[in-house]
């Protein structure tokens, strides 16, 4: 029972993890390079944007496959662990799987970062990326200082 009752802890402790860190993506939000102030910053050409364009595509169909990928998967655990007797054997392997489409979507989403690096060569990748971590921390402290506000009634 002892063992049950931890490895129920551990699931769901691994499960609620990685969501709370995947928020925060490595780039901006979206087509940022659409936006004339970061398009402009970063010197983009046509080309550029184009094959931004097209990548973009790519990735978001894989990150949706993938993404779909894991939520069943998760689904199929919960629902074996709603049981009232679960084989932990088959729950862990269920765990397994759960565990490597995560790994997938983080990969593809790496893949993607890659290929963003291809397309803006090393330096306005730094500086895509330094502005990124700008924009995320600017982002945190506004809703921290609005969170810390009370209610308006």
Same mark, same amino acid.
């Given at each position: 029972?002892?063992?049950?009752? =931890?490895?129920?802890?551990?699931?769901?402790?691994?499960? $609620?993890?990685?969501?709370?860190?995947?928020?925060?993506?490595?780039?901006?939000?979206?087509? =940022? =390079?659409?936006?004339?102030?970061?398009?402009?910053? +970063?010197?983009?050409? @046509?080309?550029?944007?184009?094959?931004?364009?097209?990548?973009?595509? @790519?990735?978001?169909?894989?990150?949706?496959?993938?993404?779909?990928? $894991?939520?069943? *998967?998760?689904?199929?655990?919960?629902?074996?662990?709603?049981?009232?007797?679960?084989?932990?054997?088959?729950?862990?392997?269920?765990?397994?799987?759960?565990?490597?489409?995560?790994?997938?979507?983080?990969?593809?989403?790496?893949?993607? +970062? $890659? *290929?963003?690096?291809?397309? +803006?060569?090393?330096?306005?990748?730094?500086?895509?990326?330094?502005?990124?971590? *700008?924009?995320?921390?600017?982002?945190?402290?506004?809703?921290?200082?609005?969170?810390?506000? %009370? %209610?308006? *009634?």
């Amino acid at each position: 029972m002892k063992n049950k009752a =931890w490895l129920y802890a551990v699931v769901i402790a691994l499960l $609620l993890c990685p969501v709370a860190a995947s928020a925060r993506s490595d780039t901006p939000p979206g087509r =940022w =390079w659409h936006l004339p102030k970061i398009s402009d910053n +970063l010197g983009l050409s @046509q080309a550029e944007k184009d094959a931004l364009d097209t990548l973009y595509v @790519q990735s978001r169909r894989a990150l949706m496959e993938t993404k779909n990928e $894991l939520e069943k *998967e998760r689904f199929e655990l919960d629902t074996m662990l709603d049981k009232k007797d679960t084989k932990d054997r088959a729950a862990i392997e269920q765990f397994k799987k759960v565990d490597r489409s995560r790994g997938k979507l983080s990969m593809e989403r790496f893949r993607y +970062l $890659l *290929e963003v690096r291809k397309i +803006l060569g090393y330096e306005r990748y730094q500086k895509l990326m330094t502005s990124a971590r *700008e924009y995320h921390d600017r982002k945190g402290r506004d809703r921290g200082a609005r969170d810390a506000l %009370p %209610p308006i *009634e």
